[in-house]
């Protein structure tokens, strides 16, 4: 027998930003809506070939020193572990059902994959909220999930 693990590449995002901050520190630590329980706008993005989600495309020059959010909501068949394979470009953070899971907070070039993260899904829906803060242009993510089990994006 062969073990096979199960991989999900979102092929569409909610997406709502950019949140101007003063520095892209001060974007990462600060709470907007999306983390603080405001209502917001999400607009529906597609990912490039490749699985790129390029915020710098979607925001133009508003995107210096800001933070962005992207939602995906994913149906677990079961409680089970999951490994979230994250590249960002600069800082971000990850929360999974509410609970911090990953947090990077230095200047980088999104690449596939920079970081594995192991979270823990339970049987039904569970939130991904991701927030990328960006110094300068460019500005996006990758972003796949990998799990024993399939998993289906909740629409």
Same mark, same amino acid.
């Given at each position: ?123 039904? @829906? ?6 990328? @803060? ?22």
């Amino acid at each position: 027998a062969t073990l096979q693990t199960a991989s999900l590449t979102p092929d569409v995002w909610k997406v709502v930003g950019p949140f101007p901050a003063t520095s892209m520190a001060a974007a990462l630590t600060t709470a907007f809506p999306p983390e603080a329980g405001g209502t917001v706008d999400w607009q529906v993005v597609r990912p490039a070939a490749g699985g790129y989600v390029d915020l710098a495309a979607l925001h133009g020059d508003k995107g210096a020193n800001s933070a962005s959010y992207a939602v995906l909501t994913v149906d677990s068949p079961a409680d089970q572990d999951a490994v979230v394979l994250l590249g960002t470009d600069d800082a971000a953070r990850l929360s999974v059902n509410g609970v911090e899971a990953y947090r990077f907070d230095g200047t980088r070039a999104a690449k596939p994959d920079q970081a594995q993260v192991p979270v823990k899904l339970t049987k039904g @829906a569970n939130t991904l909220l991701l927030k990328v @803060a960006n110094g300068a242009n460019p500005h996006g993510f990758y972003l796949t999930v990998t799990s024993p089990q399939e998993l289906k994006v909740v629409k």
